[in-house]
C-alpha cells in the first residue's frame, strides 16, 4: 500500500486537522465528535445545510463547508458512515433558529444515521428535515444500498442548495428545492483501478490490466459490467447514454413530515432527460485521474449532449467527489432551469469550490 | 496502460478541444500552431504573460490562462517542449501593445525554443522579455536542465505576475517581480509511482512496491534518492527541510537586456529562508494523489514551519502542477513580502485558479 499517511488508523483525525490549519477563515474543525463547519457558524435566520458520509470522497463533504454551501460536514471513518452524535452535536453547533436540512446520501448506514440524528436533535427543539440523493443511475439495489445509490449529484445539490440557503429559503422551500435537484440529476460512474482503504491495507477489488468496471459505486461497490478497456469515447458513449436514456424512475423514499410530525413515505418519479433540456454537466475524478483525462471525457459528452438535443448551460469538471486514489470518472447530468442556474452561479467560498467572492 | 484517453497522438489536442468546450467564457484555442489565449484577448495597454511547456502536468499552463494570471500558454505535446512558433504566434495573438513576459521552466528544450520566438517576436516590434524559474532544490542539474528546475513556484509567478500585469506594472516592472518571486521560491517532491506517458505506453521508471523517490522532477527524472516508503511526516520532514535549509543558491542566467539590444547573463541568488519570514506554502498533488493526503501533509508542514520560525500566511494546496497520474507530492515555500500578498489575493478568473469574481 502506497500512501502518503502516518497510522491508518490516524488518517481522517490528521486530514481534519490538516483542513483546519490550511482553512481557518473558511472552516473549523471540532473532534469528537469529529465534524467540519463554518468558521461564521452560526449564521443567524438562515436554515444550515449539513450533510456527511465516510470519508475518502474528498473535497466531500468537508472540503465544501462555507459560505454559500455547506454549513457543516461530518466525516466518517474511510468509507464507513458517521455517527448520529457527529450530527447531532454538528446541528446544535451551525443552526441558526431556521432548521436544519440534513442532505443524505442514500447508504443503509447514512440514512439511518441521519434519521436517528434528526430524531434527536427534534427532541432538542430544532426543526429537521432530511432529504436524499439517490442518483446513480447504474444499478438499482447496491452492496450498502436499498434502491439506487447517492453520488455526484450530491456536490450539485450541496452548491444549488447552500446558495438558496444563503438567500433565506425557508426549510420548507429548501427541502422542495433539493427534492428537484435529486430528481433531475442523474450520475454513473467506471473505474480503471481500485482504490485501497488504508485500514484494509489492500485494493478493495481486483480489476485485471486489460479490464475496468462500469457503472461502480464510490466505494468500489460492484457496477453493471466488466469489459475489456475500451477508449475514452467510448466509455463516455457508455455513461452519458445510461444517463441520457434512463427511463422514469420510480420510488418511495422515507422523509419527516412536520406536519403529522412522523416520517412518512414520498412517492418520487425522476423524468427522463429529452432533447430541449438544459442540462448541467458535472465530470468527475475519481481521485487518481489526471485533469487531461477529464478534459478528453468532457469533450465527447459535449458531443453527445449536442446530439442528444441537451444544451449544457454550465458545467463542472474535476475531482470533487473520489474514492481515494481510484482511478477513473463519473458522469453527472442535472437538468436546469432559471433558478437552478441563478444558485449555481451565487458566490460560494469553500475550500473546494470558490467564486464570486 | 490504463488511461481515459482514445489514440495516444490525438491526447493533447482532444484535451485542448475539450478545454475550449468546457471554458467558453474564459479561454479560446488557436490550433495549428496550439496555443491556449484569454477569451478576451488582447488586453491594451497590459503586458501580456505567456507560459508553455510540455503536456502532462495540467492544470498547468493552460489551466491557469485568464482574467489575472496568464494571457495565452503553449502546449507541447506530454512532457516535450512546444515549439518556437506556438509561441510566437500566441504572442502576436495576445499582445497589446505592452510587450510579453515568456515565463520559462528551467527545461532546456523550453529555455532554447522561447528564446528563439522571443528573438522572432522582436523582428516583428514585440517587445520581450523571457524570464526563468528554477526553484527545484533538490538537484542541480537533471536529465533535461542544466542548473536547477522549474516547479511548484511556476504557478505562483504565474498567479503573481498575472495580477501584476493585470494592474498594468510595464514590462520591466513586472520582470522585476517575476524574478523576485523565483528567487524567494524553493520546492521539491517525491513519488510513489511512476506515472506512463500515452506515447510510451509503459511506467517512465520502475519503482518497487516498498520504495518511493525523494526529489523527482516533474517528468520523473532522478531525484535525491531512493528510500523505502515512509510516513507522511517523515517525508513531510525530508521535503520541507530540504527547502528551508537550502543555502544561498547563486548562478547565472540568460536574460535579454532590452537597452543593449542583446542577451546578457545575469547572476541571481536565492536568499535562505530565516526565521521571521512569512511564506506562501503550496502542498502540490503529481496527478493521481487523493486530496486527503495533501491535508495530512499540509498539517506536518505547518508544525514544521512554526518550529523554524516561518510564518504560513497564504497557502494553496491540490493538484496544480501534476505529473500525469503519478503519486506523489511537492511541496513548495515562496517568500512573501506586502506586494506578493496583495499580488496573491488579487481577483484570479481562470480553468483551474478561481477567486474574487
Chains 1, 2 share one sequence.
Not at 465534524?35 to 472540503?63: C, N, T
Request: proline share 5%; charged share 25%; with cysteine.
Amino acid at each position: 500500500m502506497k500512501k502518503l499517511i502516518n497510522k491508518p488508523e490516524d488518517v481522517v483525525k490528521e486530514e481534519l486537522e490538516g483542513v483546519a490549519l490550511a482553512y481557518p477563515s473558511m472552516v473549523k474543525v471540532h473532534f469528537e465528535p469529529d465534524f467540519v463547519y463554518r468558521a461564521d457558524a452560526p449564521v443567524q435566520g438562515k436554515v444550515a445545510l449539513i450533510s456527511g458520509g465516510g470519508s475518502g470522497h474528498e473535497p466531500m463533504h468537508g472540503g465544501f463547508v462555507g459560505m454559500g454551501m455547506l454549513d457543516a460536514a461530518c466525516p466518517g471513518q474511510v468509507f464507513t458512515s458517521p455517527t448520529p452524535d457527529q450530527m447531532l452535536e454538528s446541528a446544535k453547533m451551525v443552526h441558526g433558529g431556521a432548521g436544519v436540512l440534513y442532505l443524505v446520501k442514500n447508504y443503509t448506514g447514512d440514512v439511518m444515521n441521519f434519521e436517528m440524528a434528526a430524531d434527536m436533535a427534534r427532541a432538542e427543539g430544532i426543526d429537521v428535515l432530511n432529504l436524499l440523493i439517490d442518483d446513480d443511475a447504474a444499478v438499482k439495489d447496491s452492496l450498502y444500498t436499498a434502491g439506487r445509490r447517492g453520488v455526484g449529484t450530491t456536490v450539485l445539490a450541496e452548491k444549488i442548495c447552500g446558495a438558496a440557503a444563503e438567500k433565506r429559503y425557508d426549510l420548507k422551500k429548501l427541502a422542495d428545492l433539493c427534492r428537484k435537484v435529486n430528481i433531475n440529476g442523474r450520475s454513473m460512474g467506471m473505474a480503471l483501478t481500485s482504490c485501497t482503504v488504508p485500514m484494509a491495507g489492500k485494493p478493495t477489488f481486483d480489476l485485471p490490466e486489460d479490464e475496468m468496471e462500469i457503472g461502480i459505486g464510490i466505494h468500489g461497490e460492484p457496477g453493471r459490467k466488466r469489459l475489456k478497456l475500451k477508449t475514452a469515447d467510448e466509455i463516455t458513449e457508455m455513461l452519458a447514454l445510461a444517463i441520457i436514456e434512463d427511463p422514469a424512475y420510480h420510488r418511495t423514499v422515507r422523509e419527516w413530515d412536520a406536519g403529522k410530525a412522523e416520517w412518512v413515505d414520498v412517492d418520487l418519479v425522476d423524468p427522463p432527460f429529452k432533447a430541449g433540456d438544459q442540462v448541467l454537466a458535472f465530470v468527475n475524478g475519481m481521485g487518481g485521474t489526471p485533469a487531461i483525462e477529464l478534459a478528453i471525457i468532457y469533450r465527447k459528452l459535449h458531443e453527445i449532449c449536442e446530439k442528444k438535443g441537451l444544451k449544457i448551460v454550465r458545467n463542472l469538471m474535476g475531482p470533487y467527489i473520489t474514492s481515494l486514489e481510484m482511478q477513473g470518472c463519473s458522469i453527472t447530468l442535472l437538468k436546469m432551469d432559471d433558478e437552478l442556474i441563478k444558485l449555481w452561479d451565487a458566490p460560494v467560498k469553500t475550500p473546494g469550490l470558490r467564486w464570486g467572492i
